[in-house]
C-alpha cells in the first residue's frame, strides 16, 4: 500500500486516577486503512483510542501524556478545543446509542444540527449521502420521521455510523462496534468498514480476532495497557513475533 | 419418622402461608381506606353545594345566598402559576447542576439542604416568606403567596430533574460529546430533551401539591373577598378560603367549604392521573 501516515501516537500515557491504563504507547496509523486493536478485556485498547478523540479527559480523575499528532499537528495540546478534534476525528460506541428523543433523520444530522448548520436542503441532502454512505438509506427512506430507537439494533448501529459520518471526519474510531450486535448485522458492518476505508482512515476496537483478521490492515495487539505487538494484519494472525501474541490469538489466554 | 415430620411442617408452612397474604391483604386495605373516606365523605357533602354560581360568583356575607368562590378559583391558579414560574427554573437548572457536577462535597450539601427544605413544615415556610418578603414590602399580596409556594416546589422539582437527568446513560452523552457537539449544546439538546418527559410529570406533581396548600399562603397572600388581579394585593385562594369558611360557624359557609374542598381534590386526583396516564418514559437504546 502507498498510504501515508495519518495519525502518529508517541510515548503515550494514560490513567484513571492511579490506575496506569496505557503505558509507552507508540505506532503510526496508515491513511486509507483499518487498523485494528485487539487483547483481552481491561487491556488498554478503549482508552487508548479514547484519548485519539480526546474523550479520555471527559472522565473525571482522567489524565494522560505524551504526543498524538494528525497530519503532523499535536492534537493532544490542551489549549486547543477537543470539539474541533471530534469533527475531524468521529467515533462510534460499543452500544448503539440514537438519541432517544430524535427521528432517524434528526439522529442522522444531529452533528450538525447541534452545532448550528440550519438550512433545511444542507440538512436533507446530508442525511441523504450519510445515510447512503452506512448502507442504511434503501431501509429507512420512506420512514426518516419514525424514531431512531425503533429501529433493530444493527440498524441503530448503522445509524449511528451515519451520524458520525454526517461530520465529515478524516478518522473514525470505532469502539467494539459489533459486540452487541447478531452475525449478520456484524457481517453488514464488517462490509461497510471496508467500503468506508477508500474515504477515510479507520481504527477499531475489538475483541473478536476474526473480525479483526477480516477486517484490518494492521493489526496492533495490547496486554495490560502496553502495545506487545504492531504490524500488519497478515503477519499478526500466520507468523507473529512474539509468543504472547501467538499466544493470544490462538486461544490459550484471553 | 422424617418424612412425617416434613409433611408436618408443609401443613404449617401453608397455614402461615395463608395467615401471612390475609394479613397483607388486611393492612393494604387499611392503607387505602383513609383515601376512600377522604373522596367518598367530600363528594357526599360537597357534591350538594355544587353550583355554576361558585366559579362564577363571589363569596357571600353570611345570610345570603348564591355566594361562590370565584376569586379564589382564579386567585389559587395565579397563585401557583407564580410558583411555578419562580420555581421552575431554579429547580431544573440546580437538578441538572447536581446530577452532572454535584459528586463532590459541594453536592451533597446542596442535595441535604433540598432534603432538608423539604422536610421543613410549609407552615414554617411561610412564617419565613412572611419576615423575608411581606415584612420588607409592607404587604401580604399574591407576589408573597407565589414565592412561598415556589420554595415549598422548589426541593421537589431538583430533586426529581437530578434523578431523572441520572437516568440518561453516559454513553448517550458520550457519543453526543463525540460528535463534537459543545458540552453546552450536550446538556441542553440531549441530556436534558431526553430526561424532559420525567421532569414534567415530576413537575407536574409538585404543582398539585402546591394546589392543596394552605399554610405557606396564610402569611402571605392572605385572602380577599373581591376579585383581585393585582400581584401586589392580597389574593384570596381556594385552600384559604376553604379554611376560613370550614372554622366559621355558619352553616352555609361550611357548606361551600366542602363545596370548595370537593373541586379541589378533585382538580389534583385530575392533574395525578392525567401525568400518570400521559407521562411516556423515554426509551433508551
Redesign the interface.
Known amino acids: 500500500m502507498d498510504s501515508r501516515t495519518k495519525i502518529v501516537v508517541k510515548d503515550l500515557n494514560a490513567w484513571f486516577g492511579s490506575k496506569h491504563a496505557v503505558k509507552d504507547i507508540s505506532l503510526d496509523i496508515l491513511e486509507n486503512s483499518v487498523t485494528a486493536v485487539i487483547g483481552p478485556s481491561g487491556c488498554g485498547k478503549s482508552t487508548f483510542i479514547r484519548c485519539i ?1 480526546r ?1 479520555h479527559e ?1 472522565i ?1 480523575g482522567a489524565k494522560m501524556s505524551g504526543s498524538i499528532k494528525m497530519d503532523n499537528e499535536e492534537i493532544t495540546r490542551s489549549e486547543l478545543d477537543p ?5 475531524q476525528i ?2 462510534v ?9 430524535m427521528s432517524i433523520y434528526e439522529n442522522a444530522v ?2 450538525l444540527r ?2 448550528g448548520v440550519k438550512n433545511k436542503s444542507v440538512l436533507d441532502e446530508i442525511a441523504e449521502t450519510t445515510l447512503r454512505h452506512a448502507a442504511l438509506w434503501e431501509e429507512v427512506k420512506d420512514i426518516l420521521q419514525n424514531p431512531g ?1 425503533s429501529l433493530s439494533g444493527g440498524q ?1 448501529q448503522r445509524l ?1 455510523i451515519a ?2 459520518l454526517a ?1 465529515k471526519p478524516e478518522v473514525l474510531l470505532l469502539d467494539e462496534p459489533c459486540s452487541a450486535l447478531d452475525p449478520s448485522s456484524t457481517a453488514k458492518i464488517e462490509e461497510l468498514i471496508t467500503e468506508l476505508k477508500k474515504e477515510l482512515t479507520i481504527v477499531i476496537v475489538t475483541h473478536n480476532m476474526q473480525q479483526a483478521a477480516r477486517v484490518s490492515d494492521y493489526t496492533g495487539f495490547f496486554m495490560m495497557g502496553e502495545l506487545i505487538e504492531y504490524d500488519l494484519a497478515t503477519t499478526i494472525f500466520t507468523q507473529p513475533a512474539k509468543k504472547m501474541t501467538e499466544e493470544y490469538i490462538t486461544g490459550r489466554f484471553g | 419418622m422424617l418424612k412425617q415430620k416434613m409433611a408436618n411442617n408443609m401443613l404449617k408452612r401453608k397455614i402461615a402461608d395463608k395467615v401471612f397474604i390475609l394479613v397483607l391483604r388486611i393492612f393494604t386495605f387499611l392503607a387505602v381506606l383513609p383515601l376512600v373516606c377522604v373522596l367518598s365523605y367530600i363528594i357526599f357533602k360537597g357534591y350538594s353545594s355544587l353550583s355554576w354560581s361558585i366559579f362564577t360568583n363571589l363569596p357571600a356575607p353570611v345570610g345570603e345566598t348564591g355566594g361562590g368562590m370565584g376569586n379564589a378559583i382564579v386567585g389559587t391558579l395565579i397563585i401557583v402559576a407564580l410558583g411555578t414560574l419562580l420555581s421552575c427554573p431554579i429547580g431544573v437548572f440546580a437538578g441538572l447542576w447536581l446530577a452532572m457536577y454535584g459528586k463532590g462535597k459541594r453536592g451533597f450539601l446542596i442535595r441535604y439542604c433540598a432534603d432538608v427544605l423539604s422536610g421543613v413544615p410549609t407552615v414554617v415556610l411561610g412564617m419565613v416568606v412572611y419576615i423575608l418578603f411581606v415584612l420588607p414590602t409592607q404587604r401580604l399580596s399574591a407576589m408573597a403567596g407565589g414565592v412561598a409556594l415556589a420554595v415549598v416546589m422548589i426541593p421537589s422539582i431538583t430533586r426529581t430533574t437530578e434523578e431523572m437527568v441520572k437516568m440518561v446513560p453516559r454513553s448517550l452523552t458520550e457519543s453526543a460529546l463525540a460528535l463534537g457537539i459543545p458540552q453546552y449544546r450536550v446538556s441542553w439538546s440531549i441530556v436534558l430533551r431526553s430526561a424532559w418527559n420525567g421532569i414534567f410529570s415530576g413537575l407536574i406533581l409538585a404543582i398539585a401539591r402546591a394546589l392543596g396548600e394552605t399554610a405557606p399562603l396564610l402569611f402571605t397572600s392572605f385572602s380577599n373577598l373581591y376579585w383581585n388581579f393585582s400581584l401586589n394585593d392580597p389574593m384570596a385562594s381556594m385552600t384559604v378560603q376553604i379554611y376560613s369558611y370550614a372554622i366559621s360557624p355558619y352553616e352555609d359557609w361550611q357548606k361551600m367549604a366542602w363545596a370548595g374542598a370537593l373541586l379541589l381534590v378533585a382538580s389534583i386526583l385530575l392533574v395525578t392521573v392525567l401525568v400518570k396516564r400521559f407521562s411516556k418514559r423515554v426509551i433508551y437504546g
Open positions: 478523540n474523550m471527559t473525571a470539539v474541533t478534534i471530534r469533527h468521529g467515533m460506541f460499543q452500544k448503539p446509542t440514537p438519541f432517544p428523543t444531529a452533528g447541534l452545532n430507537v441503530q449511528c451520524r458520525a461530520v
